[in-house]
T-cell receptor, first 115, second 114 residues
Framework: DTGVSQDPRHKITKRGQNVTFRCDPI?????LYWYRQTLGQGPEFLTY????????KSRLLSDRFSAERPKGSFSTLEIQRTEQGDSAMYLC?????????????FGNGTRLTVT | AQSVTQLDSQVPVFEEAPVELRCNYS??????LFWYVQYPNQGLQLLLK??????LVESINGFEAEFNKSQTSFHLRKPSVHISDTAEYFC????????????FGKGTTLSVSS
């Protein structure tokens, strides 16, 4: 168990650019979640995958955001035409089963700064 | 839809003092409740959870939380804190029918000093 890995740890980009983050969940965890956390706030749910299927998306996930998990293993989160309000910590979490039987394992996050 | 309110953003305490971190939730359905902890420079990790059964749940490092349905609360307590308990604590709720996304509170920063 090497834990949930997120890459990069930090990303600085100019407004209007596209960015992509990667999350490698714990091996054999079929559930993968993306959250966003801004300063002074708790993590906000963005989207959730079970295997390769994206089963739930938050209203927070505007059409500039897209997430994929093509083979049911790693996932990518892309933000197009970044805005300063997108600056946040983006967290990925995985679990082997539903919340009632297993906790979420969080990565250390990708910190995005949009200038 | 569920929501979580953590009433205190910061709680400073002295070592060996008792502490309570408050959490209230709202939901129209039955819920699962969780406390997650984030130590400095580390990722979030589960501290304890309430799913069903006994309303008092405990963690391995001396924290406990009690589910109170009538008051819609899930307060976290520890009778005697250590310097190493300094961290940010997040209360979270999930709809136990859908059981997918966790909804987090804004967090409480516990600062323990000697």
């Amino acid at each position: 168990d090497t834990g949930v890995s997120q890459d990069p740890r930090h990303k600085i980009t100019k407004r209007g650019q596209n960015v992509t983050f990667r999350c490698d969940p714990i091996s054999e965890h079929n559930r993968l979640y993306w959250y966003r956390q801004t300063l002074g706030q708790g993590p906000e749910f963005l989207t959730y995958f079970q295997n390769e299927a994206q089963l739930e998306k938050s209203r927070l996930l505007s059409d500039r955001f897209s997430a994929e998990r093509p083979k049911g293993s790693f996932s990518t989160l892309e933000i197009q035409r970044t805005e300063q309000g997108d600056s946040a910590m983006y967290l990925c979490a995985s679990s082997p089963r539903g919340l009632q039987s297993s906790p979420l394992h969080f990565g250390n996050g990708t910190r995005l700064t949009v200038t | 839809a569920q929501s979580v309110t953590q009433l205190d953003s910061q709680v400073p305490v002295f070592e060996e003092a008792p502490v309570e971190l408050r959490c209230n939730y709202s939901s129209s359905v039955s819920v699962y409740l969780f406390w997650y902890v984030q130590y400095p420079n580390q990722g979030l990790q589960l501290l304890l959870k309430y799913l069903s059964g006994s309303t008092l749940v405990e963690s391995i490092n001396g924290f406990e939380a009690e589910f109170n349905k009538s008051q819609t609360s899930f307060h976290l307590r520890k009778p005697s804190v250590h310097i190493s308990d300094t961290a940010e604590y997040f209360c979270a709720v999930s709809d136990n029918q859908a059981g997918t996304a966790l909804i987090f509170g804004k967090g409480t920063t516990l600062s323990v000093s000697s």
